[in-house]
C-alpha cells in the first residue's frame, strides 16, 4: 500500500488534481472560505471525483504541520515517477538533461530547485537518501506541482550512481567557485549532468572528485556566492540557451 503524503497549498494540490486525481484521497479545504479560487479549486475537485471536506482553520493547520497551506490541503498516495535513473534514461530520445543535489537540505531550496528543474526541461532531479530533505509538503508547496513532473529520484550512494551516469555516456559538470573554467565553457548540447553542493558546505569531496569538470559561474558584484536554487536556475538555463540557440 503506498504511503500517505500530505499536499499543502493551491499549487500543489491543483498540479495532483491535474497529473494523478486517483493518487488523492481526500481535500479539505478552508469552511469559511468562500472566493473565487476557492470555489475554482472546489469544483476541480468534484470533476476529479476527490472528496472534499469544509474544515475549520485548525484543522488545516493541524493537516499541513506547520507549512503554509493558504486554506487547502490534500491527503494523497506517494506517486514515484521513476525508480531508478535507468528508468529515466531508457526511454527519453534526446541527450539526458540531470540535476544533481549533492546534500540540499532545506525544503524551500529543494522545492524552487525542482521548479527550475521543471521550468529547464530537466529530465530528472537526483539526490542521495542519507543528506537530503525529501518530497514532504514543503517542498509540494514551494514547487508548485514541479515534483508531480519531474522524477525526484534518491539514491543510496550518489559517488556509485555518477559513475553509473558516465559509463552511460553523461557528462558530470559541477560548480564551485574556486574552479578556473566559466559554466559558459562547458558544451551542455551533450548528454550532461549540472552537480551543485548543499547550502553554505558544497559538494563533498568524493562528490567533487567524481565529476568530469568543475566550473564556476561568473561574479561580477560583491556577493561571493549564490543561493543554491538560484545557481542551479542559472545553470540550467545556460543548457537551455545552448540547446535551442
Not at 153 to 171: C, I, P
Request: proline fraction near 4%.
Amino acid at each position: 500500500m503506498a504511503a500517505t503524503q500530505v499536499l499543502a497549498g493551491f499549487h500543489a494540490v491543483v498540479a495532483r488534481m491535474r497529473h494523478a486525481p486517483d493518487s488523492i484521497k481526500d481535500v479539505y479545504v478552508e469552511a469559511s472560505r468562500r472566493d473565487k479560487r476557492m470555489q475554482s479549486l472546489i469544483e476541480q475537485a468534484e470533476r476529479a471525483g476527490c472528496k472534499v471536506h469544509p474544515v475549520p482553520t485548525e484543522r488545516l493547520d493541524g493537516l499541513a504541520r506547520g507549512t503554509r497551506h493558504q486554506g487547502v490541503v490534500a491527503l494523497a498516495d506517494e506517486r514515484q515517477l521513476a525508480v531508478d535513473i535507468d528508468d529515466v534514461l531508457d526511454v527519453i530520445e534526446e541527450p539526458p538533461f540531470l540535476l544533481i543535489l549533492d546534500g540540499v537540505t532545506d525544503p524551500h531550496n529543494l522545492g524552487a530547485c525542482l521548479r527550475s528543474a521543471d521550468a529547464a526541461g530537466v529530465h530528472a532531479v537526483i539526490a542521495p537518501r542519507d543528506r537530503a530533505v525529501g518530497l514532504n509538503a514543503t517542498v509540494q508547496r514551494v514547487a508548485c506541482g514541479a515534483a508531480d513532473t519531474v522524477p525526484y529520484l534518491m539514491v543510496t550512494n550518489l559517488a556509485r550512481t555518477m559513475r553509473a551516469l558516465k559509463d552511460r555516456g553523461v557528462w558530470l559538470v559541477g560548480t564551485d567557485d574556486q574552479a578556473e573554467s566559466s559554466m559558459h565553457q562547458v558544451d551542455a548540447r551533450q548528454s550532461m549532468a549540472w552537480v551543485m553542493g548543499a547550502e553554505g558546505e558544497g559538494m563533498r569531496r568524493l562528490t567533487r572528485e567524481t565529476c568530469d569538470q568543475l566550473v564556476n559561474i561568473p561574479m561580477r558584484g560583491s556577493v561571493e556566492s549564490l543561493n543554491v536554487s538560484v545557481a542551479s536556475a542559472v545553470c540550467l538555463f545556460e543548457t537551455v540557451r545552448q540547446r535551442h540557440a
